[in-house]
């Protein structure tokens, strides 16, 4: 199995910057990619950014140019740098890593953003 922990979520002001990381460890061969997807309440889970072994990157439109996601393979590790934070952004951020038929997924972390 694949264990994942984020850590880095908090309250900050609206345009304020949060930078999340997610450590992998256990049976972590084979991660064809990871990512990190959010949660607002009332709403579905939906995905922010992916990155893939090969360290190709994508991100939701509402992120774009606001949030990057990267990778340490040496720390087995997974960063999501957000800048200019609005309310909007407010939600639970799930770290997501995928082998070719399965998924995993940490506990979540908050980010609250105040306006």
């Known amino acids: 199995q694949v264990r994942l922990v984020e850590s880095g979520g908090g309250l900050v002001q609206a345009g304020g910057s949060l930078r999340l990381s997610c450590a992998a460890s256990?049976?972590?061969?084979?991660?064809?990619?990871k990512g990190w997807y959010r949660q607002a309440p009332g709403k579905q889970r939906e995905l922010v950014a992916t990155i893939t072994s090969g360290g190709d990157t994508n991100y939701a439109d509402s992120v774009k140019g606001r949030f990057a996601i990267s990778a340490d393979n040496a720390k087995n590790t997974v960063y999501l740098q957000m800048n200019s934070l609005k309310s909007e952004d407010t939600g639970v951020y799930y770290c997501n890593a995928k082998k070719l038929y399965f998924d995993y997924w940490g506990q979540g972390t908050q980010v609250t953003v105040s306006s």
């Open positions: 256990g049976s972590i061969f084979n991660i064809r990619s």
